[in-house]
């Protein structure tokens, strides 16, 4: 579906641009990619690896409406990736992730419908669901704003899904890279939040796949979530460094013992596919389709029980500590 399209990916330059990247490249035949961060060194550095002629790498900042607008002139589908992420770093600085991760979203919003965007996929979080932490809380609002601008569209053609998934194996200041450097580093023990905490897993390549999947399958207006397996915070530790001790540290200001993908107040309008749950809007369109248990592809899903949830603790699915090395 990307032959010969023009694709936009805001926060290009982090782990899932240059994954996602990397499979448009090797899988489609793009017209145009165009990458928009503000960080120049990353863009030199991806550069380097993905300076195909098709490639564009355009400096700016989710915040500045005006700039964002003139990227996404003639775009045809936009992955919204950028957002500001780490937990405690928002707690302490709150108004930077206000900034970036709701004001972002709106200014993305307004560009898409401007320039007759296709489709616009935003990423979401587990930590969007019941939110404990301004992160959490960010990116709720943001999934918001884009389920609610299928509605103000008007004649424009732009459709808006937000995709939701936990954590991604790997990924920057993520906990696998941190536990790595500890252990090369030759420290003794390994510190551990809490011993029961839970996580929902999933890899780089299965969120590109994943996202790719659901520019095919939206209406516009759903947030999808991959059905993937979690992982104990103590199995992981015990994965990486079977020799190693682990001692307490305690949990980080604004994080969760459980992660959760879909609450029990959501079950209302949670649809349940082969591999992925999807939410339907709370709100009704007024000249969009609002049907979402079939999707695009004329899959159909069924609707969960009325209070079902899920989250990483009652997940009937946990990886085993060879599945973690695998993964």
């Known amino acids: 579906m990307f032959n010969g399209k023009q694709i936009l990916i805001t926060g290009g330059t982090g782990s899932f641009g240059n994954k996602f990247v990397k499979n448009l490249l090797q899988n489609y035949s793009p017209k145009r990619v ?7 060194l990353k863009q030199y550095e991806m550069q380097q690896v993905y300076n195909q002629s098709c490639m564009r790498y355009f400096i700016g900042d989710v915040r500045d409406k005006e700039r964002i607008t003139m990227a996404m ?4 589908y936009v992955v919204h990736a950028a957002a500001l992420k780490q937990v ?3 707690e302490y600085n709150p108004m930077e992730c206000i900034k970036t991760n709701i004001n972002g979203a709106e200014n993305i919003i307004h560009a898409a419908v401007a320039n007759n965007v296709d489709k616009v996929i935003a990423l979401s979080t587990d930590k969007a669901a019941n939110p404990i932490n301004l ?10 704003l884009f389920v609610a601008a299928n509605n103000m569209v008007g004649s424009c053609k732009t459709c808006f899904s937000v995709v939701r998934y936990g954590n991604v194996v790997g990924s920057r200041g993520s906990v696998v890279p941190f536990f790595k450097k500890l252990i090369e580093r030759g420290e003794t023990s390994l510190p551990i939040t809490h011993p029961d905490m839970t996580r929902f897993w999933i890899t780089l390549d299965q969120g590109v796949q994943f996202v790719i999947q659901n520019f095919q399958r ?5 947030i999808f979530i991959p059905k993937i397996p ?30 959760v993908m879909v609450p029990a107040d959501d079950s209302y309008h949670t649809y349940e596919f082969d591999d992925h749950f999807v939410i339907a809007p709370s709100i009704s369109f007024n000249s969009r389709r609002n049907d979402f248990h079939i999707n695009a592809l004329h899959q159909q899903g069924q609707q ?3 209070g079902f949830s899920y989250n990483s603790l009652d997940n009937p699915v946990f990886l085993t500590l060879e599945q973690i090395r695998d993964y």
Not at 73 to 76: A, F, N, R, T
Not at 218 to 222: A, F, K, Q, R, S
Not at 245 to 252: C, D, K, N, P, Y
């Open 218 to 222: 939206m209406h516009g207006g759903e």
């Open 230 to 259: 979690s992982v104990r915070i103590m199995d992981l530790a015990h994965a990486l460094a079977p020799d190693l001790a682990t001692h307490i540290v305690g949990i980080r200001p604004g994080e969760k013992l459980h992660e």
């Open 34 to 40: 165009v990458i928009y961060s503000r960080d120049e």
């Open 135 to 144: 992160y959490g809380a960010t990116k709720l609002a943001s999934d918001k």
């Open 304 to 306: 969960v029980e009325i």
């Open 73 to 76: 002139q003639g775009i045809d």
């Open 88 to 90: 405690p770093a928002a």
